[in-house]
């Protein structure tokens, strides 16, 4: 079993930063793949970014050049840094681990005001 703790959302204005932290525990697998997927009511949980252990990184279109994933897998830690925050950013992050299933973290609300 593993299990993930998030930390770092917050409400913040518009243009302004915030980063998020997932800590993984328990069974991690030393080759996986984590990141963050975000969903706002009656939407789809959409992906924010991803990393991989070998440090392959994917964006969603929305939020390449604004937002940065990184790792420290010494930590089974994964980031979201988040700069130059926009309204349509605000939605629920949650945290992803994956390996030969997938595990969500309990999710942490971001809003982004005007």
């Known amino acids: 079993q593993v299990q993930l703790v998030e930390s770092g959302g917050g409400l913040v204005q518009a243009g302004g930063s915030l980063r998020l932290s997932c800590e993984a525990s328990?069974?991690?697998?030393?080759?996986?793949?984590m990141g963050w997927h975000r969903q706002v009511p009656g939407k789809q949980r959409e992906l924010v970014a991803v990393?991989?252990?070998?440090?392959?990184?994917d964006y969603a279109d929305s939020v390449k050049g604004r937002f940065s994933i990184s790792r420290d897998s010494a930590k089974n830690t994964v980031y979201l840094q988040m700069n130059n925050l926009k309204p349509e950013d605000t939605a629920v992050y949650y945290c992803?681990?994956?390996?030969?299933?997938?595990?969500w973290g309990q999710g942490t609300q971001v809003t982004v005001s005007t």
């Open positions: 328990g069974s991690v697998r030393s080759i996986n793949t």
């Open positions: 990393i991989s252990t070998g440090g392959l990184t």
């Open positions: 992803l681990y994956a390996y030969s299933s997938r595990v």
